[in-house]
């Protein structure tokens, strides 16, 4: 009786600890979408939807993390690539490669904030090479996709080092048997790499793709730092109709619209990352 029980008593803190922080705030947002004076109504999400930030705020959202997402996942593979090769200064190299994750998003977006402002170091460069004679509004209202690629990159630059640490756990799991029997037959590095680590590093590829995608449709602070009102996003958006217009009905509305966007990402990393049964252990 005791060994029947046992497994359901250890996931009992784990199951708590999501009824209390996830499934309940998650029932209240989704009743504050659909409910007005108690009763089931639509018209919050209509407001959403004919307001005229939303489009762009979403096309926004899914351009960045269509932008980001990508080329974090090929630099981390590359990098985790390196340090698994590596010998000597693994660990050190490995550790300031991640330093960025100890950097919350609010200072990171002010990182490159002192970049791209007027009075940043970019501007101080150019004219100190004399590219340019006065200093460049790179972040101004009118330099819309300057505001996208700064964006982009403090993303990068923040958030790629989220992808390194798990690939490099998923490259640790590969038995080193497997690239020693490659080498014997012949097979290049190349094809070491696209028949040996990526197939068995699919389920960290796709850990890290969902975790790493749904962060980026919650972006928020970056942008917030570096372009203001310049670049609605969704989560801005949201953060605007809770505080600033006081309409927290519209803002779980869009709340409700980022999940919906993470989980069928999710679906459909799940879908086509999922790793064969045979392939299973």
């Not at 762009?56 to 981390?76: D, E, G, R």
Request: hydrophobic share 60%; charged share 10%.
């Amino acid at each position: 009786m005791q060994q029947r029980t046992l497994p359901y008593l250890l996931l009992l803190p784990a199951t708590l600890f999501l009824c209390v922080f996830f499934i309940y705030p998650f029932l209240l947002v989704a009743w504050q979408a659909v409910s007005q004076d108690g009763a089931l109504t639509l018209d919050h999400f209509r407001t959403m939807a004919g307001h005229w930030k939303f489009p762009t705020a979403f096309w926004n959202t899914m351009l960045l993390a269509l932008a980001v997402v990508p080329v974090q996942l090929a630099l981390a593979l590359f990098m985790a690539t390196l340090v698994t090769r590596m010998g000597k200064g693994r660990d050190v190299i490995l550790y300031i490669w991640t330093i960025p994750l100890g950097i919350s998003d609010l200072a990171a977006g002010i990182i490159w904030l002192a970049i791209f402002e007027q009075t940043g170091f970019l501007n101080s460069m150019l004219s100190g090479l004399g590219v340019v004679e006065q200093p460049v509004a790179w972040l101004g209202y009118q330099n819309k996709g300057t505001i996208f690629l700064a964006v982009v990159l403090a993303e990068i630059w923040r958030a790629t080092a989220i992808v390194l640490v798990i690939l490099v756990a998923g490259m640790g799991l590969i038995p080193k048997e497997y690239y020693e029997a490659a080498e014997v037959f012949g097979a290049s590095p190349w094809k070491r790499f696209t028949r040996i680590t990526l197939p068995l590093l699919r389920p960290s590829i796709q850990t890290a793709l969902i975790l790493r995608t749904i962060l980026a449709f919650e972006v928020f602070a970056v942008v917030i730092a570096l372009a203001g009102t310049n670049f609605p996003v969704l989560m801005g958006e949201t953060y605007h109709w809770q505080f600033n217009l006081q309409d927290r009905h519209v803002a779980a509305a869009y709340a409700l619209v980022i999940l919906a966007i993470s989980i069928a990402f999710t679906l459909v990393f799940l879908r086509t990352l999922r790793v064969p049964r045979e392939a299973q252990p």
